[in-house]
């Protein structure tokens, strides 16, 4: 299946929309303007004024409008020895995670497989490095990529972090988490084999490897390992961006349900937020919502 991205004015995209009034779908997707299906081809056209073709006769549908997006090109880090010369060419499954130095809410980790084929419409779409990219842009780009490539999120709550650990210390938390998600990943695309899997590194190889040993579906082949894995390969960035995105809505539900705003981070403000929650429920509450062993809890204790 082909995918075409263009990128049109609020006139144009006004001007596709009353063409394909009659292929309109009923569907609703976040921060999108309609999405329609023709000739086997589905369009969806996003809020941020790009529109993406998927489908046999994708080139041909896109043509009638425009043409593909221009990707801005950066220049590339050097590539580490440990990593192949090509590794942003390959078909890739990489993997990162989020929420870990958070002290409300989850850690959430993505595996997400991004093959030869995909690089371009993942450009074009500018995925790239969580961190460069606003929150609504995040969770806009995390809708499209869940239709685009395979991927699989873990989430892992507040309770059942403070559960685990001590037993699970934060790396081999993490490190679980990762392989897991890979195994899974590995499955679904199956028989498809990477041509590597590339994790954001945040432990040195032999103490993820000596950890992994410890699980029950370990992956120790085709491993590398490099920090800033995004800026090595689309298929880091594009797990970067789901992590992120599942990150602030677990974030947002759970204030929603508490009633109160909970902060990403560990600062000050996490203090005080969780001393209201303290005054609320106890740590039976806390719990549900926040890393315990974090020092915010006997800071939010003193507060009150």
């Avoid at 995209?13 to 997707?29: C, D, G, P, R, V």
Wanted: glycine share 4%; proline share 4%.
């Amino acid at each position: 299946m082909s995918n075409v991205i263009i990128k049109v004015s609020e006139s144009k995209m006004n001007e596709m929309k009353a063409a394909y009034q009659a292929n309109l779908l009923q569907k609703k997707i976040p921060y999108t303007n309609f999405s329609a299906k023709k000739n086997g081809t589905t369009i969806t056209a996003y809020t941020s004024g790009k529109v993406m073709f998927q489908g046999a006769n994708a080139e041909q549908e896109a043509r009638r409008w425009g043409n593909a997006a221009a990707t801005t090109t950066a220049s590339k880090p050097k590539i580490p020895a440990s990593l192949p010369n090509n590794l942003s060419q390959l078909s890739v499954l990489g993997s990162d995670e989020v929420g870990n130095g958070s002290y409300f809410g989850p850690v959430t980790v993505c595996a997400a497989y991004v093959d030869r084929e995909h690089l371009k419409t993942l450009k074009n779409l500018g995925v790239r490095d969580s961190k460069e990219l606003k929150d609504a842009q995040i969770i806009q780009l995390s809708q499209v990529l869940k239709e685009t490539i395979p991927y699989q999120l873990l989430v892992l709550t507040p309770k059942k972090y403070n559960e685990i650990q001590p037993e699970y210390n934060a790396v081999r938390m993490k490190v679980a988490l990762h392989n897991q998600a890979i195994h899974l990943l590995l499955q679904k695309i199956s028989p498809t084999k990477p041509e590597a899997i590339l994790i954001d590194q945040f432990t040195p190889e032999a103490n993820f490897k000596k950890y992994a040993r410890l699980e029950k579906n370990k992956i120790q082949e085709k491993l590398y390992f490099v920090t800033k894995g995004e800026q090595y390969h689309l298929a880091v960035a594009a797990a970067s961006i789901i992590s992120r995105a599942s990150f602030l809505e677990e974030l947002d539900k759970a204030s929603a349900e508490l009633g109160i705003t909970l902060p990403s981070g560990a600062g000050t403000k996490s203090d005080t937020v969780a001393a209201t929650i303290l005054k609320k429920g106890g740590l039976p509450l806390l719990a549900n919502y926040a890393k315990l062993h974090f020092a915010n809890t006997q800071k939010a204790q003193k507060l009150i």
